[in-house]
Nanobody, 124 residues
Framework: QVQLVESGGGLVQAGGSLRVSCAVS????????MGWFRQAPGKEREFVAT????????DYADSAKGRFTISRDNAKKMVYLQMNSLKPEDTAVYYC?????????????????WGQGTQVTVSS
């Protein structure tokens, strides 16, 4: 059974930094791309960042480019999202997901397994 568990969320002031992590168990982690998504109250879940199976290719939403960095450690079965220069509009529940494929993907339908999410709140 594949499980994804996010951690590292919390409350941070605008301009600050936070790193959220995702631990994956029960899967051939190194064979699949991973992604981070977020969902704010009253809004649809949206793509944030994705990384391919090797870590050699990444893609970001425009809102995340230049501020967020996705990375992975295949030996530890971990994926990370480093978030810098945080803004109040970054406030959301952040979800980690494992893709069905090896290459990067933005669509939620490309992802088979999801974590429960971790709350990130950015105060102004």
């Amino acid at each position: 059974q594949v499980q994804l568990v996010e951690s590292g969320g919390g409350l941070v002031q605008a301009g600050g930094s936070l790193r959220v992590s995702c631990a994956v168990s029960g899967s051939s982690f190194r064979n699949y791309a991973m992604g981070w998504f977020r969902q704010a109250p009253g809004k649809e879940r949206e793509f944030v960042a994705t990384i391919d199976w090797s870590g050699g290719s990444t893609d970001y939403a425009d809102s995340a480019k230049g501020r967020f960095t996705i990375s992975r450690d295949n030996a530890k079965k971990m994926v990370y999202l480093q978030m810098n220069s945080l803004k109040p509009e970054d406030t959301a529940v952040y979800y980690c997901a494992q893709s069905r494929f090896t290459n990067i993907a933005r669509r939620t339908t490309s992802y088979l397994y999801w974590g429960q999410g971790t709350q990130v709140t950015v105060s102004s």
